[in-house]
């Protein structure tokens, strides 16, 4: 069974930075696709930043030039390098994985995924 396990998440000030880590265990290939979702209170879920097989990532354009997704095969583990946050950023962030492969659907709708976190909050104060 894989399982997915966030942390990082936390409270800083506008201006700031955080780095999500999400640890993956229970599966020995390699995803198909990995992404980072979120969900702000009031709000629909939303892709942050996706990354694939052949390390090939994308961006939502409000996170572009301020997040940086990685992830590192050996220590089964996806990264979200997160700089110059501001208030809109504060949600709940989700890490999901693909052990699937859907190659016609976007790597920012939810469907891809069937694997998810359980989430970590950040918070990002004015």
């Known amino acids: 069974q894989v399982e997915l396990v966030e942390s990082g998440g936390g409270s800083v000030q506008a201006g700031g930075s955080l780095r999500l880590s999400c640890a993956a265990s229970g599966y020995t290939s390699t995803y198909y696709s990995m992404a980072w979702f979120r969900q702000a209170p009031g709000r629909e879920r939303e892709g942050v930043a996706a990354?694939?097989?052949?390390?090939?990532?994308k961006y939502a354009e409000s996170v572009k030039g301020r997040f940086t997704i990685s992830k590192d095969n050996a220590k089964n583990t996806l990264y979200l390098e997160m700089n110059n946050l501001k208030p809109d950023d504060t949600a709940v962030y989700y890490c999901?994985?693909?052990?699937?492969?859907?190659?016609?659907?976007?790597?920012?709708?939810?469907?891809?995924?069937?694997?998810w976190g359980q989430g970590t909050q950040v918070t990002v104060s004015s």
């Open positions: 999901a994985a693909a052990t699937i492969e859907i190659p016609w659907v976007g790597p920012f709708t939810g469907g891809k995924y069937n694997y």
């Open positions: 990354i694939d097989n052949d390390r090939i990532t």
